[in-house]
């Protein structure tokens, strides 16, 4: 199976908001409602920070948020903060116990 | 507090087999619902999950790599283990092990291990 496809970076000013997008097929994305988001700080393990598309773990502030429409997810940062900046993964679920990942995007705040 | 520590060699030569473990702490790996995996991450470059295992022994593989790739569990150790055989360059990366939940919850990455670089060089 393929990588779910990201742009390799995104950009924004603090205060403003960035969308991160996460494009795969009807086989993953598409399929199924289970999306996900890792952030990952430099030289650390991914946090997990949506899951099921838009539900945030514990701890994340509503600011992150997360949806779907076809075959693209994605993550939604308002307000942007110096401590958003990251590198941000998608996940999908892919069926018959099967995960697939997207190749990351690097958040940089300005 | 649930803690992942991975080991092993970080340097492997071309063709040999990688082999790693994860002990797992805070926790008995012997926990229903819940599987133990790997996932790695070639310098600069996204995640790639490469397999799970439930302490049972049933285990899942990403399917390009499932030729090479063999998980284990020691639930007597509470560890598992991962081995990858006749590695190339291409394999070179952080090696993460991680718990995630079942495929009925859409198999999420709740607990990672810090990561170990694996270089593969002669």
């Known amino acids: 199976q393929s990588a779910l496809t990201q742009p390799p970076s995104a950009s924004g000013s603090p205060g403003q908001s960035v969308t991160i997008s996460c494009t795969g097929t009807?086989?993953?994305?598409?399929?199924?409602?289970?999306v996900s988001w890792y952030r990952q700080y430099p030289g650390k393990a991914p946090k997990l920070i949506i899951y099921e598309v838009s539900k945030r773990s514990s701890g994340v502030p509503d600011r992150f948020s997360g949806s779907k429409f076809g075959n693209t997810a994605s993550l939604t940062v308002s307000g942007l903060q110096a401590e958003d900046e990251a590198d941000y993964h998608c996940?999908?679920?892919?069926?018959?116990?099967?995960?697939?990942f997207g190749g990351g995007t690097k958040l940089t705040v300005l | 507090q649930l803690q992942l520590q991975e080991s092993g060699p970080g340097l492997v030569k071309p063709s040999e087999t990688l082999s790693l473990t994860c002990a797992v702490s805070g926790a008995s790996i012997r926990i229903n619902s819940y599987y133990w995996g790997w996932v790695r991450q070639p310098p600069g470059k996204g995640l790639e999950w490469i397999g799970s295992i439930y302490y049972s022994g049933s285990t899942y593989y990403n399917p390009p790599l499932r030729s090479r790739v063999t998980i284990s569990v020691d639930t007597s150790k509470n560890q598992f283990s991962l081995k990858m055989s006749s590695v190339t360059a291409a394999d070179m990366a952080v090696y993460f092990c991680a718990r995630h939940s079942s495929a009925a919850t859409g198999i999420l990455f709740e607990y990672w291990g810090q990561g170990i670089m694996v270089t593969v060089s002669s």
């Open positions: 009807s086989s993953d994305v598409g399929g199924y409602s289970y």
């Open positions: 996940s999908s679920y892919a069926g018959s116990n099967d995960v697939v």
